[in-house]
């Protein structure tokens, strides 16, 4: 389907319509596929300068004879094949106008229309007829015998000249179509893309707090309710964003960003809202908003709890009227947007201290999703490793790389303040240290790791101090191995067995023994 409100503003199209207007007197309107008018000349406060159509728009039933001629030539001319510009006789006797079919791919789209004008053989009779018709119809005939004066009368030249014009204002309008399809298409392959890239049974991690994070997204894929996500810095609270969206009615249109610390009040209200024409200095053109170039989709607003009080103030009366207020401007634009919101602060905490509003805390609290931080999953950076190795290995160019025992037992003891985003940047850097090796070994490590590790001490590590009970030392000991052995292992009891070199049916009653069973410990939390 074409958008006829954009057609008119493309500068081709326009510059084409001024040319006809200025030198022909005549009017250029639109009809889509079912003859409707999509132009705004059937509006109220539309003002036409051609008088002729002017007062046969005012007249009692104008708008049905306008809908008659239009019907009547646009139904003569879908009859006939391929693209066709034809000129045609209007309901008043030897008024004329011009129609040129829009035409992609062999499909009707809609007409160009060009009314009203008369030929050059049109006579002073003939003038009498059209005004007489014109007064049977309700018009005054002082008005309607000047509006039949300033009719254009056109000469062969110039019929075969506005002829020219109304056929390339036809194609251009074809030509912008196809342009705006290819690129929707070319959109909704990339939202495809993203779509798979994003999927959220494809997030890393098989902990069962990722588990429970699945599950609630998977039961509000089908939801319009503002999303709140929670979580540390580098958590993945973007990703969780692009699943809710990608998998929600919206994923067909628009995904946008913003980071609301990264700008202060005045260029977060420009950002979101937009403003108009010299609405501040610098503002030298109107800027479309996000919330205006997110309309039908999802616009995903991280760091909320950023924001100043006046800020959300706009962004709650977005959310309960579903209007705002470009800067400048005092006519109010509609937005169509689901709003997803992210802070790795405590709302609640800001609440109590009158740093954030109550009233839109619970307008965007209606879904919370908490995101754990990595040390609290550590069982799922396995996965994650292989993950990001395997990334950026392929990126590079190279084979995957494996990660020694001493690297990964590194990983575990670290408490990874940045969490997911701070051990991909690791893996990416020690990809790079590693060069053509094979195995990544533990001296590539930024020096943050071994700092940490070094500061624990072996013994720190195992939190075994050197006086009490001998034998419950040698149990704590054994069970402190046996647990970071399985966490090192993935909880492999075969591999563990053998590293630790007793049997594997020994190694299971010693796990029984000191209650380290991965099921049951998931099954108990």
């Known amino acids: ?307 100043s009080l006046s800020m959300q103030v706009k962004l709650l009366r977005v959310l309960q009227e579903g209007t705002y207020l470009p800067v400048g401007s005092t006519s109010p634009k509609k937005a169509d947007v689901r709003i997803i919101v992210a802070t790795n602060r405590n709302l609640k905490e800001m609440m109590a201290n009158g740093e954030f509003r109550e009233d839109l805390f619970y307008r965007i609290n209606v879904i919370n999703i908490h995101l754990p931080p990595l040390r609290d999953r550590k069982e799922d950076i396995p996965l994650l490793v292989d993950h990001f190795l395997e990334k950026r290995c392929a990126e590079a160019g190279l084979p995957t790389k494996l990660m020694s025992k001493k690297c990964m037992e590194r990983f575990f003891d670290f408490n990874w303040p940045g969490n997911v985003r701070e051990l991909e940047n690791e893996i990416e850097r020690l990809v790079v240290l590693s060069g053509h090796e094979k195995t990544i070994t533990p001296e590539l490590l930024s020096s943050r790791l071994l700092e940490s590790a070094e500061d624990k001490g072996p013994s720190a590590n195992m939190a075994i101090t050197s006086s009490g009970n001998l034998k419950r030392a040698m149990e704590e000991l054994e069970r402190v191995m046996i647990r970071e052995g399985l966490r090192r292992c993935n909880y492999n009891k075969s591999q563990l067995a053998k590293e630790l070199g007793i049997s594997r049916a020994s190694l299971i009653m010693k796990v029984e023994k000191y209650e380290l069973d991965k099921r049951k410990k998931v099954e108990n939390e």
């Open 1 to 307: 389907m074409i958008k006829w409100k954009e057609m008119s503003e493309l500068h081709a199209v326009s510059k084409l319509e001024k040319i006809l207007k200025k030198w022909f007197g005549v009017e250029v309107f639109y009809t889509d596929i079912h003859y409707k008018i999509r132009s705004d000349h059937m509006q109220a406060n539309y003002e036409i300068k051609n008088h002729f159509m002017k007062i046969q728009k005012e007249m009692k039933f104008g708008h049905e004879y306008i809908e008659q001629d239009i019907e009547k030539t646009t139904e003569m001319m879908i009859a006939k094949e391929g693209g066709h510009t034809t000129m045609y006789d209007a309901f008043f006797p030897h008024v004329k106008g011009f129609a040129s079919k829009v035409v992609f791919e062999n499909e009707y789209l809609g007409t160009v229309f060009v009314y009203p004008f008369v030929t050059e053989s049109f006579t002073a009779e003939n003038a009498k007829e059209t005004t007489k018709k014109l007064v049977e119809c309700g018009v005054i005939e002082a008005e309607a015998l000047a509006a039949v004066e300033q009719l254009k009368k056109m000469s062969i030249n110039d019929i075969e000249y506005c002829k020219e014009l109304v056929k390339l204002v036809a194609y251009e309008i074809e030509t912008f179509h196809e342009e705006i399809s290819k690129r929707e298409e070319r959109i909704l392959a990339l939202n495809s893309e993203l779509g798979e890239k994003y999927r959220y049974h494809s997030m890393i991690g098989k902990s069962k707090k990722m588990q429970q994070i699945y599950n609630l997204l998977e039961k509000i894929s089908s939801s319009e309710s503002s999303v709140f996500i929670q979580g540390e810095n580098g958590t993945g609270k973007e990703l969780v964003a692009k699943a809710v969206h990608y998998y929600s009615p919206r994923k067909d249109n628009m995904f946008l960003a913003v980071n609301c610390s990264a700008f202060n009040d005045n260029l977060l209200d420009s950002e979101l809202f937009g403003h108009v024409k010299g609405a501040f200095t610098g503002a030298v053109k109107d800027k479309k908003g996000l919330f205006e170039m997110a309309h039908g989709g999802t616009l995903f607003l991280d760091e909320i709890g950023d924001t």
